[in-house]
């Protein structure tokens, strides 16, 4: 019987130690003061200022360049914000083309940039295309792709030829512009002579 009193006793000990033990780790998180979430907001981490990016193919060769006045990088959504843009595409074997705009947003883990404000795409000029100048308020460029598009009025001009539209496409890989809703088209004799050569042919 002793015995038996005695294993109540040691129990009920064990319990109080273990409830007490529970009470001061609850009291102790209590009254410690935690910080709360940080609010994830809109707001600039890190900044560069005249910068320069370079990108390269598998051979190291470059084949995008990024440059600007201002460029800062946002973490709620992992983008980049540049001033005074100018995005340069020199892949082997198609033409330059050069971005430029007074503002622009880097998203997609850098892979697409879209130009606002004053937006403006060269395509330079080789041995069988004249130059081409297309210009909107915002222009989006997909760097993978080498693809540059707008869904808002934009002017095209392609060496002495013209064309307005609402909406613009334009594949430096394969030379293929496409503007659509065309409102005023001037094309040159020497450009209509030239197409059946060309595989940079407007459509509309």
Same mark, same amino acid.
């Given at each position: 019987?002793?015995?038996?009193?005695?294993?109540?006793? !040691?129990?009920?000990?064990?319990?109080?130690? #273990?409830?007490?033990?529970?009470?001061?780790?609850?009291?102790?998180?209590?009254?410690?003061?935690?910080?709360?979430?940080?609010?994830?907001?809109?707001?600039?981490?890190?900044?560069?200022?005249?910068? #320069?990016?370079?990108? !390269?193919?598998?051979?190291?060769?470059?084949?995008?360049?990024?440059? %600007?006045?201002?460029?800062?990088?946002?973490?709620?959504?992992?983008?980049?914000?540049?001033?005074?843009? $100018? !995005?340069?595409?020199?892949?082997?074997?198609?033409? #330059?083309?050069?971005?430029?705009?007074? #503002? /622009?947003?880097?998203?997609?883990? /850098?892979?697409?940039?879209?130009?606002?404000?004053?937006?403006?795409?060269?395509?330079?000029?080789?041995?069988?295309? /004249?130059?081409?100048?297309?210009?909107?308020?915002?222009?989006?460029?997909?760097?993978?792709?080498?693809? !540059?598009?707008?869904?808002?009025?934009?002017?095209?001009?392609?060496?002495?030829?013209?064309?307005?539209?609402? %909406?613009?496409?334009?594949?430096?890989?394969?030379?293929?512009?496409?503007?659509?809703?065309?409102?005023?088209?001037?094309?040159?004799? /020497?450009?209509?002579?030239? $197409?059946?050569?060309?595989?940079?042919?407007?459509?509309?």
């Amino acid at each position: 019987m002793k015995e038996r009193f005695s294993s109540l006793v !040691a129990l009920g000990l064990l319990l109080a130690l #273990v409830l007490g033990t529970w009470w001061a780790a609850d009291y102790a998180q209590r009254s410690i003061p935690i910080d709360p979430p940080r609010r994830v907001t809109h707001e600039p981490d890190s900044w560069a200022e005249k910068f #320069v990016m370079l990108r !390269a193919d598998e051979t190291g060769a470059p084949i995008n360049r990024l440059e %600007g006045d201002l460029m800062q990088h946002y973490p709620d959504d992992d983008s980049y914000e540049i001033t005074n843009p $100018r !995005a340069v595409g020199q892949r082997a074997g198609t033409p #330059v083309t050069i971005g430029t705009a007074r #503002v /622009a947003v880097m998203d997609q883990d /850098a892979n697409r940039i879209i130009m606002r404000q004053d937006a403006h795409l060269h395509r330079m000029p080789d041995g069988q295309r /004249a130059a081409m100048d297309v210009r909107s308020e915002e222009i989006i460029m997909l760097i993978d792709q080498d693809l !540059a598009y707008t869904d808002k009025p934009a002017q095209v001009d392609q060496g002495r030829s013209r064309m307005n539209g609402t %909406g613009m496409r334009y594949n430096n890989k394969t030379r293929q512009l496409e503007v659509h809703s065309a409102t005023d088209v001037q094309i040159s004799g /020497a450009e209509t002579r030239s $197409r059946n050569t060309r595989t940079d042919t407007p459509s509309r």
